[in-house]
C-alpha cells in the first residue's frame, strides 16, 4: 500500500471516530444529567477524550506521510510511534481517573440517586456505536499496519468494557439498589485499562530505544546474506524499527582481491535478498570489509551466534 493512501485511509478512520464519538459523548452527558447518573456522565467525558485522540490520529497521519527532508532525513514515521505513546498517557489516565473515584466511593460509601431509565437506554446505545468503531478502527489500523490506529482501537474496546460496566451498574443499582457492586465492577475495569495502558506504553518504548522483540527478523535477513555467492561472516547487523518499516545495518566480508565494483554488486544481490525475504524493508547498508581483516572493535550489532544467548 502506498503511503498517500495509506494516509487517506488513516485521516478517514480519524474523521469517522472523531464525529462518531462526539455524538456519544453528548449523548451521554445530556442523557446522564437528566437522568441523574454519575456513572453515565463520566463515561461521556471519557468519549470526549476519544475526540481529542481522534483530532491526534488524524494530524499524525498527515505529518508521518511527509518525504524525508534536511531536518529529519530518516523521514517522518515515527511521528506515529510517538502519538501512541501519548494515546497510551491518555488510556493510562483515564483508567487511572476511574480507579481513583472508585476507591473514594468504596473508602466514603457515597450515596447515588437511582438513575433514570434512559440511562440504560443511552448505555446500550454507547456500547453498539462503541463497538462498530473499535471493529472499524482494528480493521483499518490492520490494512494500514499503523500501530497507532491499533492502539486507539483498544482504546475503544476498553470504552466498550466501560460502558458494560456502567450498564451493569446501573441495572444492580435499580434492582438491588447496592450502588457498591457498580464502584466494585468500576475498580476491577479501571486496573484492566491501566494495564493495556502500560502494555502500549512499553511496545512504544522498545521502537523508541531501538529494540526489535521479534529475533526472527534478524534470523531470516543472515540467512539471506548468506545466500548471497561471495559473502562471509555477516555480522554487526542492527535493525530499527520506524513504525511499519526495517532499517538494516549489516557487515560482510568478502574476497580482498575483488574489485569496488564487485564488493558493490554483491552488496546491491544482499540488498535484492533481504527485501525478498524480510516485508517493509525501508533500507539496507552494507559495510563490505575484506576477509580476515578482523571485526571492528565497535561493540554494538549482533552476530548470528547472539541470537541464541
Known amino acids: ?54 483530532i491526534i490520529t488524524f494530524f499524525t497521519a498527515t505529518y508521518s506521510s511527509e518525504p524525508p527532508d ?32 472508585s476507591i473514594k466511593d468504596i473508602l466514603y460509601q457515597s450515596n447515588y440517586e437511582l438513575p433514570g431509565i434512559m440511562a440504560i437506554y443511552a448505555t446500550l446505545i454507547s456500547i453498539a456505536g462503541k463497538f462498530i468503531l473499535a471493529f472499524y478502527k482494528f480493521r483499518t489500523g490492520r490494512i494500514t499496519d499503523s500501530p497507532m490506529l491499533i492502539a486507539d482501537a483498544k482504546n475503544m474496546r476498553n470504552d466498550i468494557l466501560i460502558s458494560f460496566t456502567v450498564l451493569v451498574g446501573i441495572l444492580f443499582t435499580r434492582i438491588l439498589e447496592i450502588p457498591l457492586i457498580d464502584t466494585i465492577i468500576a475498580l476491577a475495569v479501571s486496573l484492566w485499562i491501566i494495564r493495556i495502558a502500560l502494555s502500549i506504553f512499553m511496545e512504544t518504548s522498545a521502537e523508541l530505544m531501538d529494540s526489535i522483540d521479534d529475533k526472527e527478523i534478524y534470523k531470516k535477513i543472515f540467512e539471506a546474506a548468506e ?67 578482523g571485526e571492528h572493535t565497535e561493540q554494538y550489532g549482533l552476530k548470528k551466534d547472539d541470537l541464541w544467548k
Open 1 to 54: 500500500m502506498d503511503d498517500k493512501k495509506r494516509s487517506r485511509l488513516i485521516k478517514q478512520s480519524s474523521i469517522f471516530s472523531a464525529l462518531g464519538n462526539a455524538l456519544l459523548a453528548a449523548m451521554k452527558i445530556i442523557i446522564g444529567l437528566s437522568a441523574n447518573s454519575l456513572a453515565l456522565i463520566g463515561d461521556g467525558i471519557d468519549s470526549t477524550t476519544d475526540v481529542i485522540t481522534s
Open 70 to 101: 534536511r531536518e529529519h532525513p530518516w523521514g517522518h514515521e515515527r511521528a506515529e510511534t510517538i502519538s501512541t505513546k501519548i494515546l497510551s498517557i491518555v488510556i493510562f489516565f483515564a483508567g487511572a481517573q476511574l480507579a481513583v473515584q
Open 227 to 293: 545466500k548471497v555467492q561471495g559473502v562471509e561472516n555477516p555480522h554487526k547487523m542492527r535493525i530499527r524499527k520506524m513504525n511499519r518499516y526495517y532499517a538494516v545495518d549489516l557487515d560482510i566480508e568478502v574476497d580482498g582481491n575483488l574489485s569496488v565494483k564487485e564488493g558493490h554488486d554483491i552488496a546491491l544481490k544482499i540488498d535484492e535478498e533481504i527485501k525478498k525475504t524480510v516485508f517493509n524493508i525501508y533500507d539496507v547498508m552494507i559495510h563490505i570489509e575484506p576477509s580476515g581483516a
